[in-house]
């Protein structure tokens, strides 16, 4: 009994420390952010009264510091083909905490992102509309009544989202953005026990919640290069 109140509190002391580090990391980025605005205001980045041969932003590699706390890790990169029209591409592991969401199973997931995106004023650092498609496969294992068994849930999204870039002259960036789409997913659980079905079940309800959902509060490091 003594035994099982230690780990219950060692559990609990390490949810409260990852909450603490989320909102630490929040604070962080909300606080970057409003830096990066008024600088933006104050036209340090790309200044129309410049007599300099003028360069600008056309590539960012971004990662998102947030996620770390729920053991995802998540990396992007976006190229701009033209002053309108970038391409993102993104990965994701995701390293599912088992004593955060007190699963039945051991489970991680992958994820493979490209997100199309028009920047309505030009440019990296701006407003951006666009569509993304995205296949992400969660795998694990369990057991079931004394049974070992896997499971896999392949799933593809297509969906449309928007968002913002801020880019401060030295080119550290931050970016948020959100979108939702139409998903297909699929189950396959080489078991037909009861159990094993809704332990799997059970997982997909308290952690893949948001199945269409696409975000992004990223930083990262802007490439600047002259204009031709």
Known sequence: MFFNKSVLKFKNMKLSLSKKFS??????????TLNFC???KSGL???AN???PKKEFKQAVNFCPIALALGIYSINYERMINKHHGLMGRVDYESIPHWLYKLDVKANGKAAILNYRYHIKGGLQSFFVGSFARYRVFSGT??????????TLPEVSIGLNLGKRWIFNNGINITTAGGYGYFMDREKINSNKTSAVNSVRQFQK????YNGFFGEISLGYAFKFKKK
């Open 23 to 32: 909102k630490l990391m929040l604070t962080i980025l909300i606080s970057l």
């Open 38 to 40: 008024s600088a933006q």
């Open 45 to 47: 980045v790309n200044s």
């Open 50 to 52: 410049s007599t300099v």
């Open 142 to 151: 369990g057991n079931a009544e004394g049974e070992k068994f896997s499971f």
């Open 206 to 209: 308290k952690y893949d919640l």
